[in-house]
């Protein structure tokens, strides 16, 4: 091989080698520095795109949790207003039980309907207290409300909490207002001259009730028996009045379990007709009413305040229309329950699927440090070894001086 002294092919050979090395040695200070061995998409482009949308689903994920944690804390508020509702309408329980005892005279109960008054009053300040963020829970403006609980767009990634039972401001309102042992439907005598015309007809009654809170409607039917005439002999084939007429409506256990009567009487005070009020507070309708003397019902007028505690029988049928509020909040506060432990376990199962794909993440796109330092260290030595194989190079040529001299 010839001496040349324009083209320094040792020197270019290592100069190339040593720029690789540099280059190989600048990477590995990189991911050493950032811990990362993805730093951009020409490290590993099929890895970056695998880790960016795993990233994504981790994100996704640990928001969802979030979410699941803010509907534990939206139940946790509604459950608290249904929690002193509870209590509430215990306490009004405890005065219609206590109202429903004849020991009490005008002022008692006036008394106790004064309480009553005012708890229903807190029941519906507290629908309208009751929010979270701002948005109503109680008050009826919301039958349900989703929660996004997955990293996805799909419909398994959201769940509905139903809010519909826990309308509180509908119970207020419905305790406070006409249709709780306030009303029936009045059946006045065909002839009030005549009271030859109350026979002892059996007679069918309906019920027919609107819920306020879930919008249900229930029917319930009972039939008499044919009506017993012992309270006046002499009336061998009907009533001698309408006072007797109702007295063994009450006798008739069928009628005494769903329905309650009260005479209605003209400006005189005598009994003119019947006032049937069903005792879960429904609308009533019955069947043979000509038969039994008496015109098609019609609705009687209500009377302001939904619980009534003037009479023992008024106390009574409140005592059951509480029953079915109780049962109603009960029935709310046990699904909020089995939301929040759904949201639970919904949070575990997010954390530990948030866990594994940040493993499998960190496992594409992080830098395996000890192994980068060995790459390090290898590239650290080159470059020194080229950096002097490069000196030695550029100096190989200087023989040629000598042939020169």
Known sequence: MGMQINTNISALNSYRNLSNTQNDLSKSLEKLSSGLRINRAADDAAGLAISEGLRSQVGGLKVAARN??????????????????????QRLR??????GNDSNNADSRKAIST???????????????????GIQLLDGSKSSLTFQVGADGDASSQISVSLAGANVK??????AGGNIGSKGTEFLLTDPTDMGTLTTTAMTFTSTKTDAVTGAVTTSSITTAALADDLDADAATGFASVDEYATSLRADANFSSKFSVSVVKDDNGAGIGINVTALDGGDVDVTATTGAGFEDGTAATAVSGG??????ENAQLSIKVLDEKITAVSTARSELGASQNRFESTINSLNVSSEN?????????????????????RAN?????GTAMLAQANQSNQG??????
């Open 68 to 89: 699941a944690q803010d509907g534990i804390s939206v139940i946790q508020t509604a459950e608290g207003g249904l929690t002193e509702t509870h209590s509430i309408l």
């Open 94 to 99: 405890d005065l219609a039980v206590q109202a």
């Open 115 to 133: 309480e009553a008054t005012a708890l229903v009053s807190e029941l519906d300040r507290l629908s309208d207290s009751s929010n979270f963020n």
């Open 170 to 175: 509908a119970i207020a309102k419905d305790l």
């Open 307 to 312: 619980l009534k505690f003037d009479t023992a």
């Open 357 to 377: 794909l940040t493993a499998a993440e960190s496992r594409i796109r992080d830098t395996d440090m000890a192994s980068e330092m060995v790459n390090y260290t």
């Open 381 to 385: 030595i080159l470059s020194q070894a």
């Open 400 to 405: 040629v001086l000598q042939l020169l001299g």
